[in-house]
């Protein structure tokens, strides 16, 4: 794993934001920003050169699944990997969100170790 | 204008009212009297009549308003869930925490006892006033300490992870109350209309604030966590179910 990539963690909560960015230090990852919704985010994206993104789905303004289809949208962007990290735990919202191209789901709560397997296997699918 | 500017009884009638009076024509006057009560006692069961329709139509829109039928069988009930299950999910973090606290307390107390056991020796060597068997003591000592200082080191970094991931029932627990505050507000408005309609002068002027609603850009609703995930099939229970999922989706 390429621990120098640039990420973006969005969630509206900030709590959850700094336990993100804590987990992933402690996995490597020290490149990390923070947006707390879609439209915060989109903008970070365009003028950013992220290499991932973390996001949550019930968001105030943009919500997380609007941000993953914006970024899909976006021939600049669409190459960006999405995990979704979210509390949002119905089938057809699962489902959704794979058709619009996420990269991972991780429900919450979720365990460091999940966080770790996810990415991994983002990772090794990307190379 | 107001009733009080205007008169109830015009100045001629009042003069032909004078009229009579001064000619003893007791009949005629009292005529006129009761003409001019008939005339305010009809606005007045005018305006009684008007309420009381407006009371009806009002009580029959509330028994049509199926909002206010699922707000009290179904939402209420759901509010109160979500406020038990805030109060489980914060007693659940609480305990959480401490209990990594007081596993990682001893793991310090231990820490300081070794070092306590280490340091005199530690200081004969660094004074140069430390014999062979010393040494070797001292070394067998310190390689103790280290062997297991790896291993506490360890534990303490696992226990530290676990009371960071405690602090997820921030975002969970947020996002129940807000669906609270949400129909908490409704009910507000709900309110605030009825009294309007009740007292339309007085509120009129001062209706309150609308309820900020979410718009729903995405074709699906957010919910935000689920309580009951077990007694659901339209949703998924932990993270081994949405792993089948999506693999059924070939992911």
Known sequence: ?????????????????????????DLGFNNTFEADDGNTALPMLKNGD????????????????????EIRKDQALCHIPVLMVT??????????????????????????ATLKEKLEKIFERIQ | MTEQDTTLISLDKAKQLVEFLENDDVKSANNIITEIQNASSDALFDK???LTRQLHNSLEDFKFDSRIESLATEEFPDARERLNYVIEMTDKAANRTMDAVEACLP????????IQQVMPGWQSLMSRELGLGQFKDLCKLLDDFLQVS?????SLRQYLTEILMAQDFQDLTGQMIRRVINLVQEVEVKLVEMLTMF?????ASSA???????????????????????ERTDVVDGQDDVDDLLSSLGF
């Open chain 1, 50 to 69: 992220y290499d991932f993104v973390v996001t949550d789905w019930n968001m105030p303004g943009m919500e997380g699944i609007d941000l993953l289809k």
């Open chain 1, 87 to 112: 509390a949002e735990a119905k089938r057809e919202q699962i489902i959704e969100a794979a058709q619009s191209g996420v990269n991972g789901y991780i429900i919450k709560p979720f365990t460091a």
């Open chain 2, 107 to 114: 793991i310090a107390d231990s820490f300081n006892d070794r």
């Open chain 2, 208 to 230: 309150g604030a609308e309820p900020v609603i979410q718009e729903i850009v995405s074709g699906i609703e957010s919910e935000g966590p689920i309580m009951n995930a077990t």
């Open chain 2, 48 to 50: 009684v009549g008007a």
């Open chain 2, 150 to 154: 790896v291993k506490d080191a360890d």
């Open chain 1, 1 to 25: 794993m390429k621990t120098n990539i640039k990420i973006l963690i969005v969630d509206d909560f900030s709590t959850m934001r700094r336990i993100i960015k804590n987990l992933l230090r």
């Open chain 2, 199 to 203: 007292s339309e002068t007085e509120l």
